[in-house]
């Protein structure tokens, strides 16, 4: 064994360096498998079938953009796009400032930090299948939050958007942020823990109030986790689902549909694929035309960033 | 029920006594038809593929399992909840060629595409041997049958336009007999109103302002409307003076409702009238199934109306089981055990005292079913009273279409004329 050994060391040397740099791109390749057929494919897949006249069975006709048209016409799929402009912008707003509301409370070495923590964290922790169910009990006029208050001798306490058409949507904002701000402060707290303390010291030398140094120093330095914090809800804005089936079913009638729900109840229960498919493509579009300038941007700063090396 | 597993009392005994009863005549059926049972070879396996789950279906199910174990054959039971996930996992598995021995669907189109692409054994022996034709509704066979074949085996009937009274809001509000039509509902609901109860139980999520609708355009607007508006998808009759009368009867319940009601579960609509909060429920007859887990029994503590009249229409929905294609001789054997198994006399009466529902067939003893079921029975042999259901006669996503304009004038101030327009729209696609 061992004259062999040091008779091919040099064969062995290569053989090591090769398998060094084989063997990060084998632990890729599952993963570039699945992004380059399950999610590129499946995309692919979903635009062919858009232009197709599917219902049940994928079908191999070419029907031009006859399910867009179909698309853009129905009512209910253009409310439930325009439920998701507000809801996405609420959400995201609230999620962020409450949550570094929260973070920066946290920040403050407050007794019992890490109850708090886990008390803020929570929600998150938590499906929202079974959340949303809870929220639904505790808005329902009859039963939940106005009738206790009116029970507690409000008489004139009112809250019962969740069965209002033009309100509806709010409280899946309400408890979608419950829910998502615990996250957004957990992530703003491990980066206000990363701010050199003596930043902190210069400034109380200097007299500098504390919000000041929050709004002008902490929060650009904080820029790649609020990026970060930002991309995590915006994606969680497009797929929302589970929230609104769970609170209102899309109700009441179909005042707080979103496009998730209408793309699902096509794809199964009216077994229409072809629109369905032609509502998830026009969902991907937006995202593109979203992220694109965000990406493009960051790709810029990035290569800036390494000319400087 | 599992409580009486290690000490079997006097229930428990009644039980067994009772379902060894419920069988005996599948006993006999199978003594008369040596044919089926005594085969040779392995025992026919059946892996079935349904979405009943709840207790009161998961009972009704194991009637079938019982009676398909009798002749001797093996079943295999995948239950998968909720219809929609149900039927996504059949169709996958029959395209990717590892289909169950039959799965379910409801009394509908939704299977249509499937037959289309060839992907359904069909049961013209079974048919003809077992006459379907004889017994089978008009409405049912004409869903199982496309082109001259028989594609799926009915397993019952369900009516999901009756019309549910407490008695005790009734009494409390003074009225003293039920409803015989519009008018007079019109007035009960008042006088519940004023009595400080919820006068109509409704559960706001579009199914069920689909079957408020159906059941006023059934009752109000007669059997030749209902079918120009959702059999031919007639503009005329939809923009007709007595369809706008149908929506706008229609539009009028809600007021009747409470402020609970949008996203509320049926069930706990059915529990408002079983504490007598509320005077009455339309609502399929699987409602009995509520009914009798708080001990209520109807004409005692609820009633159930059919319709409105002597000549109003018994509308179909249902379940049934279709056999996805196998050349393999042993699975298509087992297919049509399957289907002549459920579809006898004794099945069917077992089965639907189980479910709620009503047996496919008149020609049945029904003595030990309940009255609203017998009422049932004794109107679907008039058969110028049957009429499908919506998704009988329209395709899953007209229906839901339809469904979508619906619910959104149930829920919002729209004009008429506006919802009609939208309907004749939404029905007008394919």
Not at chain 1, 89 to 94: G, T
Not at chain 1, 151 to 175: C, E, K, N, P, S
Not at chain 2, 37 to 52: D, F, L, N
Not at chain 2, 381 to 396: A, H
Request: overall charge positive; some cysteine.
């Amino acid at each position: 064994m061992a004259s062999s050994a040091s008779s091919s060391s040099k064969f062995a040397a290569r053989l090591r360096r090769l398998t060094r740099r084989i063997t990060p791109w084998s632990a890729l390749l599952p993963m570039a498998i699945t992004v380059l057929l399950g999610y590129l494919g499946a995309a692919l897949w979903s635009l062919r079938i858009s232009f197709t006249s599917s219902r049940t069975f994928p079908a191999d006709d070419f029907v031009g953009l006859m399910q867009y048209e179909r698309l853009f016409e129905n009512e209910r799929w253009l409310l439930s796009l325009q439920n998701l402009c507000i809801y996405g912008l609420l959400f995201i707003l609230a999620s962020m400032l409450i949550g570094f509301l929260l973070a920066v409370f946290i920040d403050q070495k407050v007794k019992g930090e890490g109850l708090l923590r886990t008390a803020f964290l929570y929600p998150y922790a938590m499906s929202f299948v079974a959340t949303g169910l809870v929220w639904q009990w505790v808005l329902n006029p009859e039963s939940g939050l106005q009738h206790s208050m009116r029970q507690l001798g409000w008489a004139g306490f009112t809250f019962d958007w969740i069965i209002d058409q033009d309100r509806v949507i709010y409280t899946v904002v309400i408890a979608s942020v419950w829910q998502a701000s615990g996250l957004v402060m957990a992530l703003l707290l491990a980066g206000l823990r990363g701010i050199d303390e003596d930043i902190w010291k210069a400034s109380r030398i200097d007299g500098v109030p504390a919000w000041r140094v929050y709004l002008s120093v902490v929060l650009p330095m904080l820029a790649p986790t609020l990026a970060t914090v930002f991309v995590l809800l915006a994606t969680g804005v497009v797929k929302v689902f589970d929230a609104v089936v769970s609170m209102t079913q899309g109700g009441p009638g179909t005042a707080s549909d979103v496009p998730a729900k209408f793309i699902m109840d096509h794809l199964f229960g009216r077994a229409n694929i072809a629109l369905a498919s032609a509502g998830a493509m026009v969902l991907l579009l937006t995202v593109l035309i979203l992220v694109a300038p965000f990406l493009y941007a960051r790709s810029r700063s990035h290569a800036a960033g390494q000319g400087g090396h | 029920m599992n409580k009486n597993k290690r000490t079997p009392d006097r229930r428990s005994m009644v039980a067994v006594a009772a379902l060894l009863a419920g069988m005996l005549p599948a006993l006999a059926w199978a003594q008369a038809k040596p044919a089926a049972a005594a085969t040779a070879g392995p025992a026919p396996r059946a892996e079935v593929i349904h979405w009943w789950t709840a207790g009161g279906e998961s009972a009704a199910v194991k009637t079938l399992a019982d009676a398909y174990r009798a002749q001797g054959g093996v079943w295999v039971d995948t239950a998968v909840a909720l219809g929609e996930q149900a039927r996504a996992v059949a169709i996958n598995r029959i395209v990717g060629g590892n289909p169950p021995t039959a799965a379910q669907f409801n009394t509908s189109k939704q299977f249509l595409d499937v037959v289309e692409q060839g992907l359904l054994n069909n049961l013209d022996e079974v048919a003809a041997r077992d006459h379907w034709d004889q017994f089978l509704p008009e409405t049912v066979l004409n869903v199982i049958r496309v082109k001259g074949h028989y594609y799926a085996a009915p397993v019952d009937i369900h009516m999901p336009l009756w019309l549910w009274y407490s008695k005790a809001a009734f009494q409390k509000a003074g009225i003293a007999a039920e409803p015989k039509n519009f008018d007079e509902l019109f007035a009960a609901l008042d006088k519940l109103k004023a009595a400080g109860l919820v006068p109509l139980a409704h559960g706001g999520q579009s199914w069920q302002d689909n079957i408020v609708f159906t059941a006023v355009l059934s009752n109000l607007g007669g059997r030749e409307l209902y079918l120009k508006v959702l059999r031919d998808r007639d503009p005329k009759a939809i923009q007709s003076e007595a369809f706008k009368n149908v929506l706008l009867t229609f539009k009028r319940l809600q007021s009747y409702v409470d402020k609970g009601s949008p996203g509320r579960n049926w069930n706990d609509a059915t529990a408002l009238l079983i504490t007598g909060k509320a005077g009455l429920q339309f609502m399929g007859d699987w409602a009995k199934g509520e009914f009798s887990l708080a001990k209520q029994a109807p004409g005692r503590e609820y009633g159930c109306i059919a319709g409105f009249g002597p000549n109003s229409p018994y509308v179909i929905q249902g379940d049934v089981f279709v056999f996805p294609k196998t050349s393999k001789p042993e699975a298509v054997k087992a297919q049509q055990l399957l289907a002549s198994v459920i579809t006898a006399p004794a099945t069917q009466v077992a089965f639907s005292m189980r479910k709620g529902s009503i047996p496919i067939r008149t020609d049945v003893d029904a003595s030990k079913m309940d009255a609203c079921a017998q009422q049932g029975l004794a109107i679907m042999k008039d058969k110028s009273r049957q009429l499908g259901n919506g998704e009988v006669y329209l395709t899953p996503d007209q229906n839901g279409a339809m469904s979508d304009v619906l619910t959104n004038y149930w829920n919002r101030n729209v004009p008429v004329e506006k919802v009609q327009k939208d309907l004749i729209a939404a029905l007008r696609s394919n």
